[in-house]
Nanobody
């Protein structure tokens, strides 16, 4: 059973930056996408960003384009999310995922942006 573990969440002021990281617990094969969703209190989980196996394709939600950057290191089985120019609306629990035989999810990491 693959486990995904996120880290890097925390409290930051508006305009600040955070870097989230997600690591898989074991070798997970090849040619699978990874990405991030988030869920704010009282709202549904929403897509944030995704990246292909090669890293050649990255997709972003309109709300984070130009501020967030997703990257991955296949040798380390990790995917990162660099978040800049953070806004209070970015406050949420952030979940990473990996599309293997099915979609695996991490346990989530809290990001809080104060105004």
């Amino acid at each position: 059973q693959v486990q995904l573990v996120e880290s890097g969440g925390g409290l930051v002021q508006a305009g600040g930056s955070l870097r989230l990281s997600c690591a898989a617990s074991e070798r997970t094969g090849t040619n699978y996408a990874m990405g991030w969703f988030r869920q704010a209190p009282g709202k549904e989980r929403e897509f944030v960003a995704a990246i292909s196996w090669s890293g050649g394709r990255a997709d972003y939600a309109d709300s984070v384009k130009g501020r967030f950057t997703i990257s991955r290191d296949n040798a380390k089985n990790t995917v990162d999310l660099q978040m800049n120019s953070l806004k209070p609306d970015d406050t949420a629990v952030y979940y990473c995922y990996a599309d293997l035989s099915r979609r695996y999810w991490g346990q989530g990491t809290q990001v809080t942006v104060s105004s």
